[in-house]
């Protein structure tokens, strides 16, 4: 019959466990619980109690008096007793975190500039939802976002949270209600054009900058989407919704001097440079030839 282990072994595993998360080898392990047991007390001894072999006994007790966890005592023969856990276990920390701080400021030198010339792809729905939550989440002074309301809504609590932490948001929104996302003066909600309507193809894309440092643009029917921090492409997509927000603002104010003179929905300039698909979404869009 198998005999289940007790539960001072289980216990003496568990501390080994976190004694090997620190550093120590299970030998040395081994031995300064040895020797918080029963201390002072030779190599010899030692090896005895705790099964160690006596060459990997000497060694452990020669690597743990270095890092001052254990002290000799005597000579001839030489004894050995444990530093207190508390002091040693204390001090053990601070030089961790010493070095951890160290490491932390040389690692920084190695990393990647901000600038960097990657565009990442994401795939998928859920990737796609995790960056830009993350993004959003992150975001320290301001969030700039060219969308659907159908698609900006899975993000509405991110922004909302955002913005009462301070960050300050432009949306120019493909929709009806810009009060939807308007959680405080700090959320400027434009439609676009000011009528909100979706044209050509282009409604389909999401595009977010971060702290203008941090793109996305995301193809919301084909659910990929592409990440960078590139400063070039980050600028882009910065005044692409910058601009949305200029013609927004000019809408407001001479729409109906701007269709007089190109149309409704600029049809006499956008049927100039569409695309035959762009265009035809358009005509069934607006009822316009």
């Known amino acids: 019959m198998v005999q289940e282990p007790n539960k001072r072994e289980t216990a003496s595993a568990d501390l ?3 004694f090997r998360r620190l550093g120590f080898t299970e030998y040395e392990a081994k031995i300064y619980m040895q020797l918080l047991t029963e201390s002072p007390a030779t190599a010899y001894e030692i090896a005895k109690a705790t099964g160690v072999p006596r060459p990997n006994t000497y060694n452990a007790l020669e690597s743990l008096a270095k890092r001052g966890a254990v002290q000799p005592i005597s000579e001839n023969p030489v004894r050995y007793v ?3 856990p508390d002091r040693h276990l204390k001090n053990l920390g601070r030089q961790t975190m010493a070095v951890c701080d160290n490491l932390a400021k040389e690692l920084a030198r190695l990393k990647a500039p901000e600038d960097d010339p990657y565009v990442w792809n994401v795939q998928g729905e859920l990737a796609i939802y995790r960056k830009i939550s993350s993004l959003i ?4 002074s301001t969030i700039c976002i060219k969308a659907a309301d159908e698609v900006l809504r899975v993000y509405s609590e991110a922004l909302r949270e955002a913005a009462e932490r301070g960050v300050e948001i ?3 929104l493909f929709g009806t209600d810009p009060d939807e996302f ?3 003066d700090r959320c400027q909600v434009y439609l676009h054009e000011a009528n909100g309507m979706r044209m050509g193809t282009a409604d389909n894309l999401f595009t977010l900058t971060i702290d203008h440092r941090e793109a996305v643009t995301a193809t919301t029917d084909r659910m990929t989407a592409f990440h960078t921090r590139n400063y070039s492409v980050v600028q882009m997509a910065d005044s692409l919704i910058r601009h949305d ?3 927004a603002e000019i809408h407001l104010r001479f729409g109906s001097q701007i269709e007089e003179v190109f149309g409704p929905h600029l049809k006499q300039l956008r049927l100039r440079r569409f ?3 762009q265009a035809q979404s ?3 869009r607006t009822g316009l030839d």
């Not at 989440?137 to 320290?140: K, N, P, T």
């Open 16 to 18: 080994i466990q976190d």
């Open 82 to 84: 444990a530093a207190p």
């Open 137 to 140: 989440s992150e975001s320290r």
């Open 170 to 172: 432009l949306i120019v």
């Open 182 to 184: 308007r959680f405080n």
């Open 245 to 247: 927000y200029y013609m």
């Open 275 to 277: 695309t035959k698909e």
């Open 282 to 284: 358009f005509r069934e």
